[in-house]
Structures are given as structure tokens and as C-alpha cells.
């Protein structure tokens, strides 16, 4: 499933717009990596194509305008993971990973066995079978991580949006993390754009890159095109190397003081 | 503001003067009391009532030539006086009655004419100097701008005494009696305040009396009958230990509400199978006024229409002010448990 | 195929076996409710009245106190009770808020000034507005605190109780100013405010099993909306759930539930925030369950208390909110303490 955006501005306040003419397109299957500095507007980008977000412009899904669908077949083709999901404490695993399956149901129905078959294979997908009892409340951060990506899978979307998927979680926490995501792709054919934070990640796992500056696309490509010392030193204030590695890149940054 | 209440004064101490002068002729026609079956007030003092209106004009002059001042200072012995505690150093001339039972023994002793306001419930005797002040939430300046040389409430909810006490003013607090005898002693203490000690036993005897002589017309009845007196349509009710209680007891009537009350509150909220399964021979009903009770919707009530009260007709309306007040006018309280004995067939029947 | 804790389709769904058990409490309560009272009536002379349809000894007046006023007064109770835990339930969804209880939103300050207002300024009025008007107001109330309660910033408990609080205090105000204006009303006004189950008949059973069967489906529909809820409004919405349409509906359900409650039993305190609270210490925190089971079990609980109400003084009455308050309280103090990884 493709995603086309197109002049896409969005603002939380009148006069203060966080996204400014954005444009994007994503092919089906593929994975685009947003980065930008915190407050560039990634977070909102991905809102607004989730449409969460009132925006201008246009979305639009496999040629479809998002503003014409129903906020429930939307969800059946757009899944958003958030940065910082909410989870109720006291609820299991599997119950939090159904609540994926919502657009699936109408309104004051319930789930049926299909629903949980597309549950557990989530579960499965992500390794998390072991946890299914479990409180949400007790799991650690990278479990927290796959549980909320594994919601994002039961919703079985075309298209899936994760908020900063390694957020908070440590180096090898985050590395399974998009391990994960990218074995993912291998078994669905499904569009993402993750927001991305750390740019030793962003250079080796996308497809392509695009690099959001106070709410402007500055850069788009390739990682090798959009990794560059020039504009993260513009954009991030960061004075970095770029390493070649496994056919992407990764950033280095550089101490700049003497020892 | 001054110059208008003293018109106000002088008009109501005219027609309080009026009123006194048309008891007096009345008075000696209904000397023997209770005779006349639809009893008033006005029965009630018939000795006193030719007092009234003498002692009222006097009070008058001496009202009109200024409330503050008093010419009866040094001249009465009696005063200063201790009342219940209170100390009044003169004979009040200004009294304001928060009151409505205070009210109407005010009037009875003759005490009217001292009287410069009472509350917005007071709405008996009629001449009576009505305001809107609330006894209910007394609002101190409003009772201090009439500038009372005493004041008589019946509950104080916290800082009426101390306040007006503040400004001199005597406070006298008759809380609600407890029995009949309870209510003689608060006329007793009102007589004292307001220097007429011999009208208040004057009116205590002549109620005593009156009292006597329903319940030996009545009284035979009475005893082994049981009733409940409804307080309100909740099915509050109340036990013997209170001033209601003590009228019934009188014709020896037995209150379903006293097992409700261990602990002597005196107002039990009863449970109404427990109504249905006593089956009181009589039921009277006090609040047909606030609650807007009527025989016909007590007969209504889920279960009720097997009560033997409601089939024989024993349902009873109380004025709500009747029951409500420790006053005079107790007399019609008496006087209406004894007629509805009267009313209702011999107790074997039921 | 599972293992261990529930992680199949019975996880989500009603949890029958706890379903089962309150049902049982239900039934033992209004039992209990219907055999014991004040009057001294043999419990196997009103079984078989029960069963029998009224061919026993039975004396013309027990017969009475059975049929007019002992069994309306149970199944009213059950209603109430059932009405004020749905609400309870059903607003600590809605809400997020674990301490939500109906009248901590103001619904009861709005309900008792809705039935205030028609009490004192249309004295000619229909009994059977009363619940409307009460209706009216509580909807009001429970608008104006989650506008402030908004406007403090969002939908944190603090900022909720505290906007309740304040429109609760602003609502007494407008009661207490109508009553003063009004001085003849106020003990039919007292009378409704602290208003029981005690001197109902059928007809106040009558006016409450339609908002009763009403609220009660609707709610319970709900339930599945409440957990997808508890993720928050974005979440929800992004699940393709307009969270603000289910919200606007399960306040409207809940408000009108606890003002039908409240307009012909008065204000029964601690039901609505004790019975859910208890109920979700054993059934767990999902909304399936949560909802009819604290139904059920809200009914068994004011079938007892009124029980006690009756009994404890007989033949005396205890207010009814007085007992549910004198076990609620404790009992919630106590529960808080166990659960406070839910408050947090």
C-alpha cells in the first residue's frame, strides 16, 4: 500500500505551523526513515497521515484521499504505534495486543476467534508468546517496545507508522527492535515510515531517508544522500563522521573540545 | 428608617389596642372555658384578656414617647430580673421574638404591646408585628437594627447569644419543650422576662384547667389504644418523651413509636412494615401543610389500605403549627386527640 | 493450546465463572432482603407465598407488607444499586480516573438541583418529571466539570476532581439559594434529597426499569469501547474509534442511570466508586467484565445494605446512605491501599 502526501502543513496553534508543506511519497513494501532534530514536526508527520492530526493538504493511501474514509476503514489501513504508548495497568498482553483488532469490529461488537488468530500471530511474530498472561504493567522496556508494535501488527494495516520504535531502549534493545521490524517486512507486505532518533540506526535499516527541519523536508534519499556532514552539522548543531557500514552508513559524532 | 418603624409601632400597638378592647367584650361571654366546641385562642386567656388591653395602654404611651427609653425604670420592682440565666436589667419594651410559639405567648400574657417585630413564621396572633426576619438563619443585624431590649429565640445556630450579647441586648433561648409541663415552664420564664409573672400563671392555670376538664371528657377512651403520630411523610414519628408525646399521654394513649427509640432522639423514622404490622388504632398526621398529606393519600400508600385506622376512618389531620407549637393553642392540640376519641367507635369494635 | 493465565478469547470476554458467583450473591441478597425485615413474617410461609402466588396463611396484613412494600423495596434496592455501580463503572472508564464516581463529577449536586428547581418553581408539577429534571441537571453538571476539568489541563485525576468539586460546590449553592427563595419547599426538597427506598411502593420501580433497561444494555455494550478507552484519546482514536463520540455517549448512558437513581432514592453515598473498585480487585481491570459484573454485584450490595437499614434499628430506620457509607468508606480505605498502582 502506498502513502502519497502532498503541501501537507499542520499547526497546533494558529500562526505556528510544526509542518510546512510537506511532501512524501512511499511505495508499497517499502520502509522511509523521517529524522530531524526534536521538534522538526516527525511526531506530527506521522499523526497527520494517521490522521490524528487536523492538517491541510493531502493524504492519500494506495490513491485513495484519507479525508474521505472513515476513521475505522482508515485504521484498517493505517496502524500508528506511538512513542509513548499507553498501557493500562492490570491488563494482559493478549488483551492489549486485541485492542489492535478494534477496526476489525463494529461498533458495540466483539471479538471472534479470527481476531484472536491475528493476535497471537502477532505475538508470535514478535516473539511474544511466552509473555501473553502477563500484566502490561510488569514488562521491561524493549517487551513494552514489541508489545505495542505487536497491536500495531494485529491491526494487520497496510501501512505502519512507528513513533520512535527505540526510543528510551539501549543499544541492543534497540538494535532487536529493528531487527524485529525489518523480519516484519520480510513476512508482510507492509508499508513504514518510522521516526527515528538515533542516526548509527537510521543509516542501515530504511530504505530511504527523508530529513524533516523545522517542519520543511530538507533532505530525501538514500542514506548516503541524506547522512551527510554538512547537514547534520546544519540541522543537528553536531559535528560527526560518516561510517560506511553493510551497505548503509552510520554517524559518528565527534568530540570537538581538546582531551 | 427610625421614624418608620415607630409608625409601623404605634399603628400595630392601635390595632393590638383595638384587638385587646374587642377580647375585653368578648371576654366575659366565654368566662367558663371549652364550652364552645370550635375553640380559639381567644378562649383561651379569658381571664387575662381584660388585663391585656389596660396593661396595653400604657405600654402604649410609653412607646410613643421613644423605645429606647423606659418609664417604668426604678418603678418596677421586679427588675432587673434573672431569666433562665439571661439577665434583663429593665422591663423589656422592645422585645423581638424569633420565636412563633414565644410569639403567641407573648400576646396571651399580654405582652403584645412590648413587642416590636417577630420572625416571618410568626403568623399567629394575627396583630402580631410580622417581619421577614428568619428564625431559621437569624441574621444579626437585621434583629439588632430594631433595637431590642431583649430577644427570644428558639434555637440559636451558633452565634445569635454571644453577638447580640455583644451589644448588650438579652437573649432568651427556648428550645423546643419536651413535654407539657415543659411548655408551662417557658410561658412561666416569658411572664418573668417580660415582667407579667402573675398573667403567666394566670394562663398557665386557666390551661391546666382547660386541660383537665377535656381529658376527663375525653380521657375514659384512651388507654389500650395505640396510635402514631406522623411527623412527616417519611414516616418520621414521635415518641412519648416529647412535647407531642406528652398531649397524647394525657388520654393514656400508647405510642407505636417508643420501641423505635431506644436511645430517646424522640423523632424515630419508622419502618413502615412495622406500621403495617402494630396497626395503630389511630393515626394522626402532622404535616398536611409541608407535606401536603391527606387521608386519602395515606390510604393510598403501598399496603396501608389494610391498616385498621384507615378502614375505620381513625385518620387524623394535626395542623402542622399545632404540633409544631408549645404555645396556648396547645389547648386545640388537646382538644382534637380528645375529639377524634370521641369520634371513633368503642375500642372493641376495631 | 493455552497456557497459564487467560490468553485466549476468554480473556476478553466475560468472565462467566465471577459472573456466575455475583448472580449467586445477587440472588442470596434479595432473599435474604425479601424473609427478613422488621415485621416478624415466617420465612417458610413467604417462600411459599412467593412460590405459591398468595395461596397461604398469610395474614391479609403480612401478605401486604410482603407484596407492597418488602419486595418493591428489594428489587428498587437491586435497581439502584445495580444503576449507581454501572454509572461508577462506567465513569472511571470513561474518565481514566479510578476515583471517578458519580457524584464526585457533580451529578448528584445537578440532580438535586434539577428536581430542586421543579420542586420549588413548578409546585404543580408531575411527579414523573422529577427524574427528567434531575436528569437534566446531573447532565449539566457532568458537562460543565469535564469542560473545566479540560480547561485545567486534560483529563488528570486532580484536575477532573477538582473541576467536580467545584461545580458540585457551585450547583449547592444554586440549590441552597432556591431553597431559601423557597422557604415552603424545603422539607418536600429534604425529603427528596435524603430520600431512601423506604417509603416506595411499585411505582417508583415502575419509573426506573426504563432507564434501568435502557442504561444498562447500553452500558454494557460499551464495555468493550471502555478498554479500548484505556489506551487514551488518541490511541482510541487511531484505532478508528471516535473517542469523543464514545465518550459523549457512555456519559450520557451513565449520568442518565445515576440520575434516574438518584431522583427517586435520594443520594446513596460510596456505591458507585466501592462496588467497581472491589469488583475490579477480582475480575481484573477489563471493561468486559468490569461493567456487567459490577451491575450485578452494586445490586447485592444495596439489597444488604438496605437490609441492614431496616433491621440494624429496627423498628427504627437507618438512611440507607448512612450504612453504605459506614461500610463503604472503611472498606474503600482499605481497598486504596492495595490498589494504589491503579490510582497512581
Known amino acids: 500500500m502506498s502513502v502519497v502526501v502532498e503541501n501537507l502543513t499542520a499547526a497546533y496553534r494558529p500562526g505556528r505551523p510544526v509542518l510546512r508543506e510537506v511532501g512524501l511519497q512511499v511505495d508499497t513494501g517499502e520502509w522511509l526513515g523521517l529524522l530531524g532534530p526534536n521538534g522538526a514536526g516527525k511526531s506530527t508527520l506521522l499523526k497527520a497521515i494517521a490522521g490524528l492530526v487536523s492538517h491541510n493538504g493531502a493524504v492519500a493511501f494506495d490513491g485513495v484521499d484519507s479525508a474521505s474514509l472513515p476513521a475505522r476503514v482508515r485504521a484498517r489501513m493505517v496502524a500508528f504505534v506511538p512513542q509513548e504508548p499507553t498501557m493500562p495497568p492490570g491488563m494482559t498482553v493478549t488483551e492489549y495486543v486485541l485492542l489492535g483488532r478494534t477496526p476489525h469490529l463494529s461498533y458495540l461488537g466483539s471479538e471472534t476467534p479470527r481476531d484472536l488468530a491475528a493476535a497471537r500471530s502477532a505475538l508470535e511474530l514478535l516473539d511474544l508468546r511466552g509473555l501473553a498472561g502477563r500484566d502490561v504493567a510488569g514488562l521491561s522496556g524493549g517487551e513494552r517496545r514489541r508489545t505495542a508494535l505487536a497491536r500495531g501488527l494485529a491491526q494487520e494495516a497496510g501501512i505502519l507508522l512507528l513513533d520512535e520504535p527505540t526510543g528510551a531502549l539501549d543499544i541492543g534493545q534497540g538494535q532487536n527492535a529493528l531487527e524485529m521490524i525489518g523480519s516484519v517486512r520480510r513476512e508482510r507486505p507492509v508499508t513504514m515510515i518510522t521516526a527515528m532518533h538515533d542516526l548509527a540506526l537510521a543509516g542501515q535499516f530504511p530504505d530511504r531517508l527523508l530529513l524533516l527541519a523545522d517542519g520543511r523536508t530538507v533532505a530525501e534519499g538514500p542514506a548516503s544522500a541524506v547522512l551527510t556532514v554538512d547537514y547534520i552539522r546544519d540541522f543537528y548543531q553536531a559535528a560527526v563522521e560518516i561510517v560506511e557500514v553493510n551497505g548503509g552508513v552510520a554517524v559518528v559524532p565527534l568530540r570537538q573540545g581538546t582531551r | ?350 | 493450546m493455552t497456557t497459564g493465565p487467560p490468553s485466549g478469547l476468554e480473556a476478553v470476554r466475560l468472565r462467566w465463572g465471577w459472573m456466575g458467583a455475583a448472580l449467586g450473591l445477587l440472588a442470596a441478597s434479595a432473599l435474604a432482603g425479601i424473609v427478613i425485615g422488621p415485621a416478624g413474617l415466617d420465612p417458610r410461609q413467604v417462600i411459599g407465598e412467593l412460590v405459591g402466588g398468595g395461596q397461604t396463611s398469610l395474614s391479609e396484613t403480612h401478605r401486604a407488607i410482603l407484596w407492597e412494600i418488602r419486595l418493591p423495596r428489594v428489587v428498587l434496592g437491586g435497581l439502584v444499586g445495580g444503576l449507581l455501580s454501572l454509572a461508577g463503572a462506567s465513569y472511571q472508564g470513561i474518565f481514566r480516573n479510578p476515583l471517578a464516581d458519580p457524584y464526585l463529577l457533580g451529578v448528584a449536586a445537578g440532580g438535586g438541583l434539577g428536581a430542586t428547581a421543579v420542586i420549588a418553581l413548578i409546585p404543580s408539577a408531575d411527579p414523573r418529571l422529577l427524574p427528567l429534571a434531575a436528569f437534566a441537571g446531573a447532565l449539566a453538571a457532568v458537562v460543565l466539570t469535564y469542560a473545566v476539568g479540560r480547561s485545567m489541563g486534560g483529563r488528570s485525576a486532580v484536575s477532573l476532581i477538582l473541576a467536580g468539586v467545584a461545580v458540585a460546590a457551585f450547583f449547592t449553592a444554586l440549590q441552597t439559594f432556591l431553597l431559601q427563595r423557597n422557604a415552603d419547599t424545603i422539607r418536600q426538597v429534604y425529603s427528596w434529597i435524603l430520600g431512601q427506598l423506604s417509603t416506595t411502593g411499585w411505582g417508583e420501580v415502575a419509573i426506573l426499569v426504563p432507564y434501568a433497561a435502557v442504561c444498562g444494555t447500553a452500558l454494557v455494550l460499551h464495555r468493550r469501547l471502555l478498554d479500548v478507552m484505556s489506551v487514551g484519546d488518541e490511541e482510541a482514536d487511531s484505532l478508528g474509534v471516535s473517542s469523543a463520540r464514545v465518550r459523549g455517549a457512555v456519559v450520557v448512558f451513565a449520568t442518565l442511570a445515576t440520575a434516574a437513581a438518584v431522583s427517586v432514592s435520594g443520594l446513596i453515598a460510596f456505591v458507585g466508586l466501592v462496588v467497581p473498585h472491589t469488583v475490579r480487585l477480582v475480575v481484573g481491570v477489563s471493561y468486559r467484565s468490569l461493567v456487567p459484573i459490577s451491575a450485578v454485584t452494586g445490586a447485592a450490595f444495596l439489597i444488604l445494605a438496605d437490609l441492614a437499614a431496616r433491621t440494624a434499628a429496627s423498628p427504627a430506620e437507618l438512611p440507607i446512605g448512612v450504612v453504605t457509607a459506614f461500610i463503604g468508606a472503611p472498606f474503600f480505605m482499605a481497598v486504596l491501599r492495595t490498589t494504589r498502582r491503579y490510582v497512581a
Open chain 2, 1 to 350: 428608617m427610625r421614624i418608620k418603624h415607630l409608625l409601623l409601632l404605634v399603628v400595630l400597638l392601635a390595632f393590638g389596642a383595638a384587638c385587646g378592647s374587642q377580647a375585653e367584650e368578648i371576654a366575659p361571654a366565654e368566662t367558663v372555658p371549652a364550652e364552645t366546641a370550635p375553640a380559639t385562642a381567644q378562649s383561651a386567656p379569658p381571664t387575662t384578656a381584660a388585663e391585656v388591653s389596660t396593661t396595653e395602654v400604657s405600654t402604649t404611651e410609653v412607646s410613643t414617647t421613644g423605645v429606647s427609653t423606659t418609664a417604668a425604670e426604678g418603678e418596677d420592682p421586679e427588675f432587673p430580673a434573672t431569666v433562665n440565666g439571661v439577665v434583663i436589667p429593665e422591663k423589656p419594651t422592645a422585645i423581638v421574638s424569633m420565636s412563633p410559639t414565644a410569639t403567641e405567648v407573648l400576646f396571651a400574657i399580654g405582652a403584645g404591646g412590648q413587642v416590636i417585630a417577630v420572625d416571618a413564621a410568626s403568623d399567629y396572633p394575627p396583630e402580631a408585628p410580622v417581619t421577614d426576619l428568619s428564625g431559621f438563619q437569624p441574621n444579626l443585624e437585621a434583629v439588632a437594627s430594631y433595637r431590642p431590649d431583649l430577644v427570644v429565640i428558639s434555637w440559636d445556630p451558633g452565634e445569635v447569644e454571644a453577638g447580640l450579647g455583644a451589644l448588650g441586648i438579652p437573649v432568651l433561648i427556648q428550645t423546643p419543650a419536651q413535654s407539657i409541663e415543659d411548655a408551662y415552664l417557658q410561658m412561666l420564664q416569658l411572664g418573668d422576662a417580660a415582667g407579667r409573672r402573675t398573667e403567666a400563671e394566670e394562663l398557665v392555670s386557666s390551661i391546666r384547667e382547660e386541660i383537665e376538664g377535656l381529658v376527663g371528657e375525653y380521657g375514659a377512651p384512651g388507654s389500650g389504644l395505640t396510635y402514631y403520630h406522623e411527623v412527616d411523610d417519611t414516616l418520621f414519628s414521635a415518641a412519648s418523651n416529647t412535647f407531642i408525646g406528652s398531649v397524647y399521654a394525657l388520654f393514656g394513649l400508647e405510642n407505636i413509636a417508643d420501641s423505635a427509640d431506644p436511645l430517646g432522639s424522640g423523632y424515630p423514622q419508622l419502618s413502615a412494615e412495622y406500621i403495617l404490622e402494630t396497626d395503630p388504632h389511630l393515626i394522626f398526621f402532622g404535616c398536611a401543610l409541608w407535606c401536603g398529606t391527606t387521608a386519602e393519600n395515606i390510604a393510598e400508600r403501598p399496603g396501608w389500605s389494610t391498616l385498621r385506622a384507615v378502614a375505620g376512618g381513625a385518620l387524623v389531620e394535626v395542623d402542622d403549627d399545632l404540633s409544631s407549637r408549645w404555645g396556648p393553642r396547645l389547648i386545640e392540640f388537646v382538644r382534637l386527640v380528645g375529639e377524634a376519641l370521641a369520634a371513633r367507635p368503642p375500642a372493641g369494635e376495631q
